[in-house]
């Protein structure tokens, strides 16, 4: 089977810097990437990791460890907009010649950022 | 900014009828997936779309539904005699050709209501 886990709530408070887990099984692997959702609006990309290591992009970095099927959403700096749902999924194809390119999500992380 | 636009955001219909939600993918983008979001749940993977054909396909997406890009431009998704449990946030999205580093764009979503 599939699967992503990911933790269902976090909370934190601003300033402070929070990280958001996932552990995936899948049986294609190309990469895992991140994306924001504000009160089911749509999925917004945030990070995608391809390769073992740490991606870093402003506020938000992203980290994969392949071995370990792993990966993790750090967010600094917490400011109230961050208050969101955070899915993790996994890319599962490399996508050419209409190979596939869909994406697995994952159960989501509801964050609740306090002042 | 170019973004994925999907119309109607809300649609309201009674069971067993026909509905059709529209997309407008990126222009110059050649993949197109439907995704469906069941509120409060994830976000999952219906259907991808490559060069005028379905590349791949959920166990979701049986007999019910189907997708035709009817122009250059809009990107449909079909389905006939809806059920209760069709009740959904649908999203479609768009991303350029495969690779490493394909970032899907996600539209605002139709949330559509059977009753």
């Known amino acids: 089977g599939q699967s992503l886990e990911q933790p269902s709530e976090v909370t934190a408070v601003e300033g402070a810097i929070v990280q958001i887990n996932c552990t995936y099984q899948?049986?294609?692997?190309?990469?895992l990437s991140w994306y924001q959702q504000h009160d089911g609006g749509a999925p917004t990309f945030l990070s995608y990791n391809a390769l073992d290591g740490l991606e870093e992009t402003g506020r938000f970095s992203s980290f994969l460890s392949r071995s370990d099927s792993y990966g993790y959403l750090l967010l600094q700096e917490l400011q109230m907009k961050d208050s969101a749902s955070y899915f993790c999924?996994?890319?599962?194809?490399f996508g050419y010649g209409g190979a596939t390119n869909k994406l697995i999500f994952g159960t989501g992380t509801l964050l609740a950022v306090q002042p | 900014e170019p973004e994925v636009t999907q119309t109607p955001s809300h649609q309201v219909t009674q069971m067993g009828q026909e509905v059709i939600l529209r997309c407008v993918p990126i222009s110059n983008h050649l993949y197109f997936y439907w995704y469906r979001q069941i509120l409060g749940q994830k976000v999952e993977f219906l259907v991808s779309f490559y060069n005028n054909e379905i590349s791949e396909k959920s166990e979701i997406f049986d007999d019910q539904f189907s997708v035709e890009r009817p122009d250059g431009s809009n990107f449909t998704l079909k389905i006939r005699s809806t059920k209760l449990e069709d009740s959904a946030m649908y999203f479609c999205?768009?991303?350029?050709?495969?690779?490493?580093?394909?970032?899907?764009?996600f539209g605002q979503g139709t949330r559509l209501t059977v009753v």
């Open positions: 899948t049986s294609g692997f190309y990469g």
């Open positions: 999924a996994v890319r599962a194809g």
């Open positions: 999205a768009s991303s350029e050709v495969g690779g490493l580093r394909t970032e899907a764009f």
